[in-house]
């Protein structure tokens, strides 16, 4: 009897001990399934190419990078406030004198030295005013860091060393097929002989 009665007193403690084990495996499960979540999304963005990417150009407008099946593209990360700014006007010429081979995209960015801190607005203002430019450039985006733009991210995957910008003004070259075939700093000029041979290949 005495056995009897200590078993039922225990049933209770038995029982959220269970439920207890219950809620750590169901808290496990959600954690596992959150990472799991994470990394397939990373997954399927580095499985991309870079013709799937959809970008929203610096006046609103819907670009789709599968428009530029066939050419050569250089893409540049922009500041209005830089040292490397006067490059946008080789930028421009090197849209003018070789557009039938390139297809320059510029993306304005703030992650270096707070450089860019216009809004869309103002910053195609001043590229219109300062360096006229013409050639297309895309809405303010992130290009480092934990925020940056699911493109640049694809980008620094597939460059031949995993390379990311370091400062405003650096360049990936994508070749007709969509593979990043160079990356090149800041310093190398738009119109200089590694760009220019880059593009005549």
């Known amino acids: 009897m ?3 009665v200590k078993l039922l007193t225990l049933l209770p403690v038995l029982g959220m001990m269970v439920a207890c084990s219950g809620n750590n495996n169901s808290n496990t499960a959600t954690a596992s399934t959150t990472t799991s ?3 397939m999304a990373t997954e399927t963005q580095t499985q991309q190419g870079f013709y799937d990417f959809k970008l ?3 006046d609103g407008e819907d670009v789709d990078l599968a428009k530029y099946k066939g050419k050569k ?3 540049v990360n922009t500041a209005s ?3 490397y700014t006067p490059q946008y006007k080789d930028l421009q010429q090197l849209h ?3 557009g039938d081979k390139v297809v320059i995209l510029g993306f304005p960015a703030n992650n270096f030295g707070g450089q860019e801190p ?3 607005q103002e910053i195609a203002a001043f590229c219109e005013k300062n360096y006229g430019v013409t050639f297309p450039m895309m809405e303010k985006v992130s290009v480092v860091g934990e925020d940056k733009h699911p493109l640049y991210t694809w980008l620094a995957e597939h460059a031949p060393n995993h390379e990311e910008p370091t400062w405003n003004f650096c360049k990936y070259l994508i070749d007709e097929n969509g593979k990043v075939v160079a990356f090149f700093p800041s310093k190398v000029k738009p119109m200089g002989e590694e760009i220019i041979a880059a593009i005549q290949k």
């Open 2 to 4: 005495k056995k009897l």
């Open 37 to 39: 979540d994470k990394t």
């Open 56 to 58: 929203t150009s610096l």
């Open 73 to 75: 593209i250089l893409v």
């Open 81 to 83: 406030e830089c040292g």
């Open 96 to 98: 003018e004198a070789h």
């Open 118 to 120: 216009g809004s869309n």
